[in-house]
C-alpha cells in the first residue's frame, strides 16, 4: 500500500472515484455535498494497492490550522492499516508545512480509530450530511 500526493488529474479522478465509493453510494451522502466548493483549494492524497486506488483524503488550511477531511477506504481494505497510513501521510505534510494544529469532523462510528491516533473530541455531537459527528482535534 502506498499513499501518494496528489499530482494530476489521473491520480485525483482516483481520489474522487474511491470517495465517491464510500461516502455517495455505501453512505448515501449527496454527491454535491461531497464534491464540493474546496476540492480546488485542498491538497489530495491517494492510497494505492497493486496500481488500483484504495483509500483517499485530503488536506486544507482553514484560519490558523490544517483541516483533514474525506478520509476513506474502501471496504475490503477497511482494518488492514490503510486509515492509519493515509492519517500518517496527511500529518506528515502538515508537519512538513509548519502545522501545528489539526482538526477533523469524525463519524461517531470513527471516533475510537482517530482517538488511537491522538485526536481528543472537542465538540458536542452535530449531523453532517445526515451522519451523526464529533469534531477532533491534535496538536502535532
Do not use: W
Not at 3 to 24: G, P, T
Not at 45 to 54: C, D, K, R
Not at 111 to 130: H, M, R
Amino acid at each position: 500500500m502506498t499513499v501518494k500526493l496528489v499530482e494530476n488529474q489521473k491520480e485525483l479522478k482516483d481520489a474522487f472515484s474511491i470517495r465517491k465509493m464510500v461516502f455517495v453510494e455505501e453512505q448515501n451522502v449527496p454527491v454535491e455535498e461531497e464534491i464540493d466548493q474546496f476540492e480546488e483549494e485542498a491538497v489530495h492524497f491517494v492510497m494505492y494497492h497493486e496500481g488500483s486506488p484504495i483509500g483517499a483524503g485530503r488536506f486544507r488550511q482553514v484560519d490558523d490550522y490544517g483541516k483533514v477531511e474525506r478520509i476513506c477506504v474502501v471496504k475490503e481494505a477497511r482494518k488492514l492499516g490503510a486509515g492509519k497510513a493515509i492519517m500518517n501521510a496527511i500529518e506528515s505534510y502538515a508537519r512538513e508545512k509548519g502545522f501545528q494544529k489539526l482538526k477533523l469532523n469524525a463519524q461517531t462510528h470513527a471516533i475510537p480509530f482517530y482517538a488511537g491516533l491522538g485526536y481528543e473530541v472537542v465538540s458536542d455531537e452535530f449531523l453532517d450530511a445526515g451522519i451523526p459527528h464529533k469534531t477532533m482535534v491534535k496538536n502535532l
